[in-house]
């Protein structure tokens, strides 16, 4: 921990969890531990049995609209 409080988190564990720049982290404290944990939406395309389900409120975007938007954000993921 430097003087401002900061922490820097290893690179190794930031790949491991994606972590980006910019990342949201949510904090939890319980008697001496810290928790860090990143602060993601739920995605709202799952694959259940090789078949993408929505999972989420109704929507007037089109299935396929969707998978497009999940497989860029994911791909931009992967590309760090």
């Known amino acids: 921990m430097d003087r401002a409080g900061r922490l820097v988190l290893p690179k190794a564990i930031?790949?491991?969890?994606?972590?980006?720049?910019?990342?949201?982290?949510?904090?939890?404290?319980?008697?001496?531990?810290i928790i860090l944990r990143p602060d993601r939406p739920?995605?709202?395309?799952?694959?259940?049995?090789?078949?993408?389900?929505y999972h989420g409120p109704q929507?007037?975007?089109?299935?396929?609209?969707?998978?497009?938007?999940e497989r860029e954000k994911r791909l931009r993921e992967i590309a760090g």
């Open 59 to 69: 929507t007037d975007v089109s299935l396929s609209d969707l998978i497009d938007r």
């Open 14 to 33: 930031r790949d491991r969890l994606r972590l980006s720049p910019g990342d949201q982290l949510i904090l939890e404290s319980e008697d001496e531990r």
């Open 42 to 53: 739920q995605a709202t395309l799952k694959k259940k049995r090789g078949i993408w389900v």
